[in-house]
């Protein structure tokens, strides 16, 4: 069966912009190199205003626009909903999609609080019953090293975990002149660089070791307290006319974990990083073993093997670039890498396949609400001078319970 002849999928994504640009290609993308039991259409695509929306639609290549995502989410030629909003819709989207009878794949971190994860949570496990599928965007796992870090630790490799370290550094807002945006807005984003990029490290963690976090010791700092309000920016309250608008978010956030294996954790996520783009940085230490990983050099995983001869041992380089490596043999010949938008076509991959196997896709909803509430922990955490912090709902395993 060829790709024109698999059943039809009409996908509906709310939301446009950056963070549309890459699932929107990614759709179109993915029938054409991956073998797929369904045929995704770009059926519609949903914004505030017409114009920008129709012609985001003509570059993405959308068949058609709605300015009204309750009329998107129910129209019967649509079967799944992609939610690409900033946090604060995500769970009014996403309940009325899965209560409409469609799927949802929806950005991370799921909501902007964990009531909200919650509602969205068992709102997707009563959709399931009815063989409605709900998956949460942690598009990080779908590259290939990572995913083969993770084969790798499930296969024993590093032998028992003891020890991670993750970080995640950018630097888009060093500067003090960066203008305000809805990342800046906790009414809009929730949280700032704990919830925009410290969830990806979180989700990472717990997806390659296989383990939860189960408590926290936590800080979170503000370093610019207000910023420049561009002209014609209108996305936060009360900055309308003025020159410059508070920052609500954090700038920064690090703290210190345990894991339900036992083993331990520092995490770090900042957007004050100079010279770090996008640096997801992670390294697992295991009694046999390491890994280590870094986005900005992408298609490369070291191993250590402590297994090994003293006189042979070293850090491996792995180009996961090998048809054998996870997602890669669709792609190019060996040694020719893969990029950040890859990663998105590999989410549509897992995900369509998923649903027409009646299967859940991971993340689930339910793994959405699991990072939502290490987040909640820190921010709870750092909120009462770095306390111990168990994290609700977790095999918690910490030196003593919170007070």
């Known amino acids: 069966m060829t790709i024109d002849d698999a059943p039809r999928l009409g996908v509906g994504m709310v939301g446009h912009a950056f963070m549309g640009t890459a699932p929107s290609q990614a759709w179109g993308v993915a029938p054409r ?9 770009l059926t519609v695509l949903g914004g505030r205003s017409a114009e920008r929306t129709a012609e985001a639609a003509r570059t993405l290549g959308w068949a058609d626009v709605e300015t009204d995502w309750t009329r998107l989410v129910t129209r019967d030629d649509v079967d ?6 900033p946090g604060d819709s995500h769970a009014e989207i996403a309940v009325a999609a899965l209560e409409a009878g469609k799927h949802v794949l929806c950005e991370k971190p799921l909501a ?7 509602l969205m949570a068992a709102a997707a496990r ?17 590259v290939p090293a990572v995913a ?95 020159g410059r608008g508070p920052v609500t978010v954090d700038d920064a956030a690090i703290f210190l974990a345990r894991l339900s294996g036992g083993g331990i954790g520092t995490f770090e996520a900042t957007r004050f990083a100079w010279g770090r783009k996008n640096a997801i940085r992670l390294e697992i230490n295991g009694t046999t073993g390491s890994l280590a990983f870094d986005f900005e050099d992408m298609n ?21 670039t090998e048809p054998d490596h996870p997602y890669v043999a669709a792609w190019w010949p060996a040694g020719h890498g893969l990029g950040y938008e890859h990663a998105f076509t590999h989410q ?8 027409a196997a009646g299967e859940q896709p991971t993340p689930s909803f ?38």
């Open 126 to 142: 009563r959709a399931s019953a009815a063989g409605v599928r709900a998956m949460v965007g942690f598009t990080y796992r779908r």
């Open 80 to 85: 799944l909903v992609d939610v690409v909003t």
């Open 112 to 118: 902007n609080s964990v009531a909200e994860a919650e």
């Open 348 to 355: 549509v991959v897992d995900l369509v396949r998923a649903l």
């Open 366 to 403: 339910d793994d959405g609400l699991a990072v939502q509430r290490v987040l909640d922990a820190v921010e709870r955490s750092a909120a009462a001078e770095s306390r111990w912090t168990t994290v609700a709902g977790s095999p918690a395993e910490t030196p003593e319970e919170e007070s």
């Open 148 to 242: 083969l870090a993770a084969h790798l630790v499930a296969e024993g490799r590093i032998g028992a975990v003891r020890q991670v370290r993750a970080q995640y550094l950018q630097d888009w807002i060093a500067d003090p002149e960066a203008p305000l945006s809805w990342r800046l807005d906790k009414a809009k984003a929730g949280s700032g660089s704990l919830g925009d990029i410290g969830a990806h490290i979180v989700d990472l963690v717990q997806f390659i070791t296989g383990e939860a976090v189960t408590g926290v010791s936590a800080l979170l700092e503000t370093f610019v307290t207000e910023r420049p309000v561009a002209d014609g920016f209108a996305g936060l309250s009360g900055t309308a006319g003025a």
């Open 300 to 320: 490369v995983l070291q191993l250590f093997d402590a297994t090994e001869p003293a006189r042979e041992a070293g850090y491996r380089r792995i180009l996961v």
């Open 33 to 41: 190199f991956f073998d797929l039991p369904l045929r995704p259409e």
